[in-house]
């Protein structure tokens, strides 16, 4: 009876002894019991390392596709042209018929200083559009120092004024349907400009990109000039820092003569150092080329170009645009009226001389 006795009480004096063991073995560590691991398993010293982040996701790539193809642009049945057309047709109905080709296409809307409230009349504009079914083409031209004291001088007073300008406009397009050409020229003349007005020039630019994208239906091409201005590599920096890459991309040949394929390949040289953006064509006036890197203030001899069209053929020209429109004054060069004034006999003139 003893023996047992002391049997069971050795046995559970071992039981306890192991458990105290393990117990012990659990609070230390699975490994080791001294140095700084242990020190750190019990929570004393080192604290364990952080997991290591997820690195952040990659952006989508920039949509390069046409956000122009398919669309519709809207015809002005009251324009300049047509009106002209309609006063010939009686008395000279064989030039009416000629004017009647320009009355027939798209052309852009001008939107600058002269408009006393641009909200108003950008909402009127782009609902007459909406209301037909179409796409305005808007020309927001009213930069401060634009045009350099030129020919189409004139402009918004200051930046804050050329801001609240720009926020106007895009209110008045809201979320309708609209292409913007952003300020012709203004990127490509500024080199008359300051190195301060440069900068400011540029930033503004790139606030009307961000304001007028902030629209999903708003698509914006800010203009670039053309292939006798600028080098490819001169112009696609301008376009970076302007914020091309918020923007659908830039148009080239505004108010100019340059044919549409050496446009077009200037177009593409600037796009491979852009990050693939691609551009709009003004053809307005194209049809015969350039009488002359100097003579581009209404020179005798044009024609109209290629009609408006967003099946250009091109893998980065989204449209060929009137963006001119074409008859109007590029100012008062010899002895011809201000700028944007109609010249029924010169738009007669482009007319008669179009492949068409």
Known sequence: MQLALAGRATSALVATLAFLAVACSDAVGPDSTSGPDAAAARGTSKKQPSPTPLPAPT??????????????????????AAAQASA???????????????????????????????????????GTAAIAGTVPVLVAYNIPQ??????????SNNPDGYRAW???VATGIGARRAIVILEPDALAGMDCLSA????????LIKYAVNTLRANGGTSVYIDAGHSHWHSASTMAT?????GVATANGFSLNVSNFYYTSEQATYGDAISA????????????????????DALWCNPDGRALGDRPTTATGRSLADAYLWIKVAGESDGSCNGNPAAGTWMAE???????????
């Open 59 to 80: 952006p989508p790539p920039p949509d390069l596709s046409n956000p122009l193809i398919g669309m519709s642009l809207y015809v002005n049945p009251s324009s300049k």
């Open 146 to 155: 634009r045009d350099c004291g030129g020919f189409s001088a004139g402009g």
């Open 196 to 203: 301060t007005d440069q900068t400011t020039r540029t930033s």
């Open 273 to 292: 150092l852009a990050g693939g953006r691609h551009y709009v064509i003004d053809t307005s006036r194209n049809g015969l080329g350039s009488a002359g």
């Open 238 to 242: 301008r376009l970076i820092n302007a």
């Open 166 to 168: 720009i926020s106007a």
């Open 88 to 126: 010939w047709r009686s008395t000279r109905p064989a030039d009416a018929l000629q004017m009647d080709k320009i009355a027939a296409q798209p052309s852009a809307k001008w939107f600058g200083d002269w408009n006393t409230d641009v909200r108003a009349d950008v909402d009127r504009a782009v």
């Open 346 to 356: 010169y738009a007669l003139g482009l007319a008669q001389r179009a492949a068409y």
